[in-house]
């Protein structure tokens, strides 16, 4: 009896150590944390191996331009990465839709329009107007671009990209579902040509004189002006941040979230790295896109450019919201045809 007690005793003692033990490497085992990504990592890399060496946590990123948002929603029972990083608000929402991913906490360097429970921001990217320099513009807005003046004047990639949907939902969280689909079908009557190609094939548009305007995001502004056959095109044409007098400027975002809950800390952990002012200095200047994070700021030639502009504070998960009736729209008036 007496020894029954003992061997008792002696077991549930070493099964509470166990699982003390167990608890405790938990908690303190280095993390591999997948970064699914659709941006290489570039010139974070060296942050990358400072945050893996302060932390004992090891990076690995997964980079592809495509797929990744149909893998995360197809594994979403058995994740194989840990973190999702889009280039775009449109992917962050397919995700969340797909409930296929997991609430993250409020992130005090974020504001707030730029975040919801379930994703936030990493570096904001405007989209801007491209006007003719003849136009002799220095403010324009995206309402502007279906005045008869510029009839057979505009040119632009398909509606249906995801940079164009995000901008549409924006005008009607602004005016309206009725009255975008007045200006979409106005829009369509000022075109020079039928929508096609990348942002900045619109651009060599307007300097072959195609057209006077166009939509694209502004960092094109400065991929063209780095690359040698392109730079001619900038003799022309001046990218302009729309809106001023308003709302302000349309913002997209590359942002961020967490897909799987097994490694849940150390990818919280990993987030607040990439939003901390060191990161966000290097990471929003590897693209030439302007930081979340209020403390920092955009790189020199990236606030030349923007000269302070006013960007719109309307809350992005309210604006993504809407892509289903811009849709609806585009598909209506056949928009691309
Ligand atoms: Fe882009």
Redesign the pocket.
């Known amino acids: 009896m007496k020894y029954k007690s003992i061997i008792l005793l002696t077991s549930s003692i070493l099964i509470v150590l166990t699982s003390m033990y167990v608890a405790l490497t938990k908690a303190y085992a280095s993390e591999t944390i997948k970064v699914y990504s659709e941006r290489q990592p570039f010139l974070i890399e060296p942050l990358i191996k400072e945050y893996e060496k302060s932390t004992g946590n090891k990076i690995e990123w997964i980079f592809s331009k495509k797929g990744l948002v149909q893998k995360t929603i197809l594994e979403k029972s058995r994740p194989v990465a840990d973190i999702f990083l889009s ?1 775009d608000i449109a992917r962050l929402v397919d995700i969340t839709e797909a409930e296929a991913n997991f609430d993250i906490p409020f992130q005090k360097n974020v504001p707030e329009n730029l975040q919801s429970k379930n994703w936030t921001s990493l570096t904001m ?1 405007a989209r801007v107007i491209y006007a003719h320099n003849d136009l002799n513009l220095n403010n324009i807005s995206y309402e502007d671009l279906v005045l008869p003046e510029y009839k057979n004047r505009v040119c632009t990639r398909s509606g249906y990209h995801p ?1 164009n949907i995000s901008l549409f939902s924006s005008l009607i969280a602004h005016h309206g579902e009725e009255w975008f689909e007045d200006y979409v079908i106005k829009l369509k009557a000022n075109l020079a040509r039928k929508p096609q190609g990348n ?1 900045r094939d619109q651009v060599k548009a307007i300097y072959a004189g195609v057209c006077d305007l166009s939509i694209g ?1 502004h ?2 502004y400065f991929k063209m002006l780095d690359d040698p056959n392109q730079i001619v095109w900038l003799d022309k044409v001046s990218p302009i941040f729309p809106n001023q007098d308003n709302y302000g400027t349309h913002v997209n975002i590359s942002g961020i979230s967490i897909i799987n809950d097994e490694n849940y800390d150390a990818s919280v952990d990993f987030l607040d790295f990439l939003l901390s002012d060191e990161a966000q200095k290097i990471y929003a200047n590897d693209n030439n896109e302007f930081p979340v994070n209020p403390n920092v700021s955009a790189s020199e030639r990236v606030q030349k450019l923007a000269n302070n502009a006013k960007f719109d504070s309307t809350s992005l998960e309210e604006i993504a919201s809407n892509r289903k009736a811009v849709l609806d729209i585009l598909n209506k008036i056949n928009f691309d045809g």
């Open positions: 280039s990217r940079y942002d995001n960092y094109y």
